[in-house]
């Protein structure tokens, strides 16, 4: 029977990385704090490669494996 409870296995382990020139800079676990980061270095480096990346879990991110 199911409670409507979420395990911990079926949780989203999603991850927000904020990259510069294509280098990752920071891991956030809202995409609003990530884009919070970003945004203010977008302006401040207009021709910098400012991105916000998701990543299915830290452990992607610790791999190297994040695409854009």
């Known amino acids: 029977m199911k409670t409507g409870i979420a395990m911990d296995s079926s949780l989203s382990h999603e991850c927000y990385v904020l990259q510069i020139n294509g280098r990752t800079d920071s891991v956030y ?5 990530a884009m919070r980061a970003g945004l203010p ?5 207009p021709h910098a490669d400012i991105k916000v990346c998701e990543a299915d879990s830290i452990e992607e ?8």
């Open 41 to 45: 270095l977008k302006h401040q480096f």
């Open 61 to 68: 991110v610790a791999q190297g494996t994040v695409f854009h």
């Open 29 to 33: 676990m809202c995409r609003e704090d």
